[in-house]
């Protein structure tokens, strides 16, 4: 009897196990390069956020004004053009304060400016593995420019004025791990769209033949009658 029970559940578990894997393979066999490709998406962006380099940036802030104290559209053109120049060696060479030590050559890698078409205002952003060293990238930016546009001022009529220092920042700027988790799968899920589009219109082209292979011709009877 414990054997008979033990055989009778036992091809209970079988059956069930059959019913599901008939769905389970039709599934897989449907969506499952779809779901593949939003796996990889996920883990791939999972994978960037946690073993990427961790990166901090600080910002600092130099405003543009004209000689007169204004801030018109002279101001706003020299602070564009400013603005193109700060992340040169060139321009850096002028801060009185010390860059951290990096390759030669990549202070672009560790300096950004960016500028308003509207306000003469420059944004230097350092990036680098510290927060520290971020901030000193910022300042030493800025502090270079500074000094740049007073050597310049008796040529374009404006004056560059720092307007706020960089702090070291308390937290890194990337990899952020929720952005690059659904950067990640919104890759994934972008791929599996396209997969699933190429997968059908393969499949439309395929019945296409069957289907007109199954219109029957008509009779020889048929085709007679209609000739006479």
């Known amino acids: 009897m414990p054997q008979r029970d033990a055989r009778r559940r036992k091809g209970a578990l079988d059956a069930a196990a059959r019913r599901m894997r008939r ?3 039709g599934f897989l066999r449907r969506f499952g390069l779809s779901a593949a490709f939003v796996l990889a998406g996920f883990l791939g962006g999972l994978g960037y956020a946690l073993f ?3 990166t901090y940036t600080a910002t600092a802030f130099v405003l543009v004004v004209e000689d007169g104290g204004e801030s018109g559209p002279a101001a706003v053109s020299f602070a564009q053009a400013f603005g193109r120049l700060a992340p040169l060696p060139e ?5 009185s304060l010390p860059l951290p030590a990096h390759a030669a050559g990549d202070t672009r890698e560790h300096v950004q400016a960016s500028t308003s078409p509207d ?5 230097l952003a350092g990036s ?7 901030a000193a990238f910022a300042n030493a930016a800025a502090d270079a420019l500074v000094r740049y546009g007073t ?11 720092l307007m706020t220092l960089a702090e070291p920042p308390a937290e890194p700027s990337s990899p952020n791990l ?13 791929l599996a769209g396209l997969s699933a589009a190429v997968l059908s219109g393969r499949r439309g082209r395929r019945s296409a033949p069957a289907r007109r292979a199954a219109v029957p011709a008509p009779a020889a009877a048929d085709r007679m009658e209609v000739t006479s």
């Not at 321009?91 to 801060?95: K, M, Y």
């Not at 306000?119 to 944004?123: E, G, M, N, S, V």
């Not at 680098?128 to 971020?134: E, I, K, P, Y």
Request: glycine fraction near 10%; proline fraction near 9%; charged fraction near 15%.
């Open 151 to 161: 050597q310049h001022r008796a040529d374009t009529g404006v004056r560059v004025a």
């Open 23 to 25: 769905p389970l393979t």
């Open 91 to 95: 321009t850096l060479a002028n801060s």
């Open 128 to 134: 680098a593995r510290t927060g520290r060293d971020a």
């Open 178 to 190: 929720p952005l690059g988790v659904a950067a990640g799968t919104a890759s994934g899920v972008l």
């Open 52 to 54: 990427a380099p961790t």
């Open 119 to 123: 306000t003469p205002l420059i944004r």
